[in-house]
């Protein structure tokens, strides 16, 4: 049985509950994280706290402890669920409140932090490489609910993700209004071009920031591979030599089938498994230390 972290007491999974009145659950009205540990070490943490605590203050929500109190209490749900290797989920809504979409009186914020095992794509989707469909959902554009925002409305994400399902792809690909590519569901996109260089669409599209991302173009430029944050279109990705997703989740997988077309040689290519092996190595090797 689990242990779940909720508004300061530890407690059994079966009994962490927040209220209907919950913003989290009426209006979506909250943010969250979505960490890994590895080994015994959290990965990147840093990087997930400061990004939690901004879509936090980019929606005027308070986090009523500081980062170092929330690293330590993340550190210790996990230590109490006795795990090394996990799957991290913080969550902070606006809190509780009566029905009314009015945010302005004090309200305290509901702090969750979630300690699980992953489930991750399959060990034959790692080596094959995943086939995906450019979803007819748009991404969120930037002057509305901002992608950077990392907020409990999911469902932009939702629906591509089931067009995918729908039409028996793995995946959904994300573009904008304006019909650039710019990222998968709850992954960002590279594609690794003919001339030889990596290329992500710029977070100003619509992509969030991943931090794989972040660790990846890091990952490619020590090892000497051009990368650029440049626009792309559809015809770009289906003429790709090679094509990755990166996540927390889903580290880096190879995608190797577009809306029917076949990604280079259909294959997960050189430089995708380079960098595949460079981050896995990353993520057994470095992090803060729960133990
Ligand atoms: N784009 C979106 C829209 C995301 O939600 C990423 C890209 C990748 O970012 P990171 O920082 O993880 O490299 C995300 C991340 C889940 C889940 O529950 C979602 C994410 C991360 C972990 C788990 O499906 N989203």
Redesign the pocket.
């Known amino acids: 049985m689990g242990i779940v972290y909720i508004n300061g007491e530890f407690v059994p999974t079966e009994s962490a509950k927040i209220s209907v009145y919950d913003r989290g659950l009426l209006y979506g009205d909250g943010v969250f994280e979505?960490i890994r540990a590895y080994n015994g070490r959290v990965f990147k943490l840093d990087e997930?706290i400061d990004?939690l605590y901004e879509s936090a203050h980019s929606i005027l929500i308070k986090i009523p402890m500081s980062k170092e109190e929330f690293k330590e209490t993340l550190a210790e749900t996990i230590r109490r669920n006795n795990l090394r290797d996990a799957?991290i989920?913080p969550i902070v809504t606006r809190g509780v409140k009566g029905l009314g979409i009015n945010p302005w009186d004090a309200m305290s914020p509901t702090v969750i932090i979630i300690v699980d095992k992953i489930t991750l794509y399959s060990s034959k989707m790692y080596e094959e490489g995943i086939s995906a469909v450019c979803a007819s959902t748009i991404r969120n554009n930037p002057n509305a609910c901002n992608?950077q925002i990392?907020s409990l409305n999911?469902l932009n994400?939702a629906m591509a993700k089931y067009e995918a399902y729908l039409a028996g792809a793995d995946e959904a690909i994300f573009l904008n209004p304006q019909g650039y590519v710019v990222?998968?569901?709850?992954?960002?996109i590279f594609i690794y071009t003919k001339q030889g260089e990596l290329i992500t669409p710029p977070t100003y599209l619509g992509?969030?920031r991943?931090?794989?991302?972040d660790t990846v173009i890091e990952i490619a430029t020590a090892k000497g591979i051009p990368v650029r944050e440049e626009p792309f279109t559809r015809h770009d990705l289906y003429n790709a030599v090679e094509s990755f997703l990166?996540?927390?989740?889903a580290e880096v997988i190879p995608l190797v089938k577009v809306d029917g077309r076949i990604i280079g040689d259909g294959r997960p290519g050189k430089i995708t498994k380079e960098i595949m092996m460079a981050y896995k190595e990353l993520t057994q090797n470095s992090g803060y230390p729960v133990y």
């Open positions: 979505g997930h990004r799957y989920r992608p990392k999911y994400s990222e998968a569901a709850v992954d960002n992509a969030l991943g931090i794989t991302r990166t996540g927390t989740a």
